[in-house]
Every structure is written in C-alpha cells, then in structure tokens.
C-alpha cells in the first residue's frame, strides 16, 4: 500500500505548551525505559500488567500504551539479534508518538490544527488544537485526507494520481528537530492496478548525460553517458573551426560526414538498449520530449556551437521510432516544458531546484539525479494527441 509522509511545523507554541511538550516527551522515554526493566527482570510479564505498573508516569493513558508497545517491540527485536546488539534503552529526547486513533486535523478559522492527547487538564477539544504550519504540498494531501476529494485544480495534482483512492491516515509523532516542534504522520492509500498495456517509460535527451530512459513507477533508470560522445563532438567542432578558417569546404565536408557516422553508430547502440530497457520495465509507449518547436530546442543552443546537436537528437528520435516499433512498442511526444524543473516526486516546479547535475526539491526534499529526475516527469506527462482530421 503505498504512503506518503506528512511533516508539519508547530506554529508558534507558547512557552507552557514547550515546557509541556519536553516534560511529555521524557516521561515518554521514562515509559520505554520502565517498560524495558520490567520485561527484563521479569519475562512472562503480560501487557496488562505492564500498563497497569506505568499507571504512576504523568502521561495520557494512550501514549503509556504506545511507549509499551514501542519498548515492547524494541526488546523483541533485541531478543532476535542478542549476540550482536546489546540490551536497548531509550534516551531521554525521543519522538512521542500518538496512534492513528489518537490525533486528529481540522481547520479552525482559517489555520490548520492538530489535537493530539497531552497531559494538560481536561479532555482534548478544539481549544486545546495548536496551529501547525503546511507548506503547499503538505497542505494538497492534509485537504485530501480532510474531504476524501483530490483538489484536481491543485498545482501538486498529477495525473498519475487518478488511481488513488481511500485516504487513511497512519499514526503521527511528535519530535523536536534543530530548534522546533514538529508533528510528522503518514497517510496510506488504496491504489487501483494501473493497466499495464499503458504503461510508459520517459527518454531525456541531453547533452552531458546523452539519453536517460526511466521508469516513474518503479524508479529504475538507464544513462548513456555521453563524455566520449562529448569527447568527439569536442574534436571536431575543433577541427571544423579550423577548416572554416582555412575555408576549405571539400575537408569541411569530409569531416562532417565523418562524425555524422560516428554520431549514428552510438544513436544506434543507445536506441537499442531503450527499447531492451522499456521492454524489461513491461512499458509498451516509451516517451520523449517533443522537440520540433525552435521554443524547445532552446536548451540546447547554448551548449552546441552548431546545429548538429540538434540534428543528433533527432536522429535519436528517428532510429528509437524505429526500432521501438519493431519491438510493438509506441514512442509519444510530450509536451517539453520545464521538465528538468519539475520534482518528479511532488511537482513542484522551480528553476533553482536544479543545481548542474542534481535536483533537490525545496518542497519535498527529493534528490536525485537532475536527468533522471526528468525522464521520470516524461515518463508521467500525457501524450500529445495529434489532431485527426479524418474524424469529423
Ligand atoms: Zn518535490
């Protein structure tokens, strides 16, 4: 089932709501570590009587009950493992954490809030909520918990998402991180069988890495490295500066015949080995950018002094067509813009975000090759449709 993980600032918390926190937080801990002594020196003892002995620790019965089960699982995991790990224990800072029955999320004029059991008096209603900061993406999965209704209008929506469904929420913790309180919860969807028959891998084509097949579903990847490709391209812009120099055209002509071949082997190799890929990945449609436009091509004038940059792409284009066609595979353009700027895991779009080869998502925090990253956004991008005259 797949999950995603949900981090949430606690927005401004009063000095009593801090002082509560790390008392809870080290009578949390102080539960873990009785609970540890008590299976210690007394094996057969039963849950029971464990929660009955932490009955005396100053917390909300719920989070005894999850120190318990935590301490618990932590000893069964020692018991496994005895010779190489030694008798656990919990140090005094520790994330408390709540069961999913045990927090709750709701707005409250205007502010997100989370309400989650403390050891202030009374029992927990609205008024004892505290606001908590969401940034967008958080914000687009908190509502969709909230209403089980995907905001489709939503710049973090993907199409991709069609098949989720039954949002549920898991259980939540409470953590002190680098000077600030922060509430962190799961939520776990249902999610339909995408049709395999559909199934897409994205091709980036670039200059430094020259070809990146991927596959968004599973996160495998193929690179073709191009520094020799880049190697040769180096030596003969060389050389055909030199000839145009010298304005010797017969050379001229010579030496761009030469690398064109060159050029047409490796699209050769590389094609083959995508279509190899997208077939071991069971895709059927292998996608790439539609670069036909001058717009598109954009990204690449800078780095190539001459069109055959362009010209090598396209004749990528052409024996991937090709052979992916042999194969029973379809190749689909899609539409090119800003695919390097784009997360491929929460799709935020931002320039920055790409530093030379890495993207790093300011939103979600993924990192990844910036290449890669961009066959994933192709790999998920609708098809272009071409238009159909002949249906009326
Ligand atoms: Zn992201």
């Known amino acids: 089932m797949p999950t ?44 029971t009587e464990i929660d009955h002995a932490l009955d005396g620790i100053e917390l909300p019965s719920t989070l005894r009950q999850e120190a318990r089960k935590l301490a618990l699982s932590r000893y069964q995991d020692w018991k496994k493992n005895q010779k190489t790990k030694g ?5 005094n800072k520790i994330a408390i954490l709540f069961n999913n029955q045990n927090w709750h999320l709701r707005f409250d004029k205007g502010y997100l809030k989370v309400g989650i059991p403390t050891i202030e008096e009374g029992n927990l209603n609205i008024d004892k909520y505290v606001p908590v900061k969401a940034n967008e993406y958080s914000l687009f999965w908190v509502s969709y918990l909230l209403k089980n209704e995907m905001d489709k209008a939503n710049r973090h929506y993907q199409p991709s998402y069609e098949g989720i469904s039954k949002p549920k929420k898991g259980n939540g913790q409470l953590y002190y991180k680098n000077g600030k309180w922060f509430f962190s919860f799961s939520i776990t969807f249902e999610m339909k ?12 084509r670039g200059l430094r890495l020259v070809a990146v097949a991927g596959d968004a579903n599973s996160g495998k990847y193929l690179t073709f490295n191009g520094r020799h490709i880049g190697h040769i391209r180096r030596k003969f812009a060389r050389l055909r500066h030199a000839l145009q120099k010298a304005k010797n055209t017969k050379a001229l002509k010579r030496l761009e015949d030469k690398e064109q071949r060159i050029i047409k082997y490796w699209n050769h190799v590389i094609s083959k080995k995508m279509v190899r890929f997208a077939l071991s990945c069971g895709a059927c449609v292998i996608k790439i950018e539609d670069l036909t ?3 598109s091509m954009k990204k690449f004038w800078k780095l190539s002094d001459r069109n055959i940059n362009s010209w090598a792409f396209f004749d990528l284009e052409t024996k991937l067509t090709y052979k992916a066609t042999l194969a029973e595979l379809r190749v689909e353009k899609v539409n090119p813009y800003k695919t390097s700027q784009e997360c491929s895991k929460c799709g935020e779009i931002k320039k920055s975000n790409r530093r030379k080869d890495t993207y790093t998502c300011s939103s979600c925090g993924h990192k990844e090759n910036a290449d890669i990253n961009a066959s994933f956004n192709i790999a998920r991008r609708p098809s272009i449709v071409k238009e159909d005259n002949s249906a009326a």
């Open 193 to 204: 069988q995408t049709d395999k028959k559909e199934k897409a891998i994205g091709v980036d």
């Open 293 to 295: 436009s001058i717009r």
């Open 4 to 47: 995603i993980t949900i981090k949430l600032l606690l927005f401004e918390p009063t000095k009593t709501k801090l002082e509560m926190y790390e008392t809870m937080r080290s009578h949390f801990s102080d539960a873990c570590n009785k609970t540890l002594e008590l299976k210690k020196s007394n094996l057969k003892m039963k849950a």
């Open 87 to 91: 008798f656990p224990s919990f140090k």
